[in-house]
């Protein structure tokens, strides 16, 4: 009876030290398809795609939009009592021009609703392309899920690097490593998720 004890402690072990294994090589995969730049900056598309969570990405939206780089720009996820209008007093930029060239949607509570609600915002729009506009981490999960939700649709990374975030060398920096690990994470119950195929706004993350 201790014999089966012992060797049933061991499988479980085993068991696990092999599942912190494969956590660990993919969280290291995972970090390697996080940008480090701007791959393609120059690229035109029909839409700009900015999603919520800072500041960075919506000023950066501004920006391409202003260079023409796209006909219209859509923030997904924005509160239900912010309006464009006040997304463009609070960025400092409260230009009628752009004002005319943006729209928002309210109904995404995560990264997935931000696809599902770009995706119904895109069919009406009748656009095939688009210049995606989030933080680096956040790149890799965003790509999964637009890709899954706009199969025929061009997309187009641009990456937002916000001050304190380590670009490169994510291992050196508690607090970038803290986040590399939380994306990742969100990044497996996502891919769970699709596989399950859960709708999208059933999904909590926490936040973007």
Do not use: C
Not at 99 to 108: Q, S
Not at 143 to 149: P, V
Not at 176 to 192: D, H, M, R
């Amino acid at each position: 009876m201790l014999a089966a004890r012992r060797i049933g402690r061991l499988a479980s072990l085993s068991v696990l030290a092999a599942v912190l294994v494969a956590w660990g090589v993919g969280l290291v995969r995972f970090a390697a398809t996080i940008p480090a730049m701007v791959e393609d900056a120059e690229t035109p598309t029909e839409a700009i795609v900015v999603l919520t969570g800072g500041s960075e990405r919506f000023t950066t939206g501004l920006r391409l939009l202003a260079q023409h780089k796209a006909e219209r720009m859509f923030v997904s996820g924005v509160h239900p009592d912010v309006d464009v209008g006040r997304l463009l007093v609070v960025a400092g930029q409260p230009s009628a021009d752009l004002a005319d060239r943006i729209e928002t949607g309210h109904a995404a509570l995560d990264t997935a609703g931000n696809a599902a609600e770009t995706a119904a915002w895109m069919q009406r729009r009748g656009y095939r392309s688009l210049r995606l506009v989030t933080s680096h981490y956040h790149m890799p999960r965003s790509l999964a899920e637009f890709r899954r939700a706009l199969p025929d649709v061009k997309v187009i990374p641009h990456p937002v690097f916000s001050a304190g975030i380590a670009k490169t060398a994510w291992w050196q920096r508690p607090g970038t490593i803290a986040l590399v690990v939380s994306e990742y994470n969100k990044y497996l119950l996502s891919s769970l998720a699709a596989r399950a195929e859960i709708p999208a706004l059933a999904v909590a993350e926490g936040g973007t």
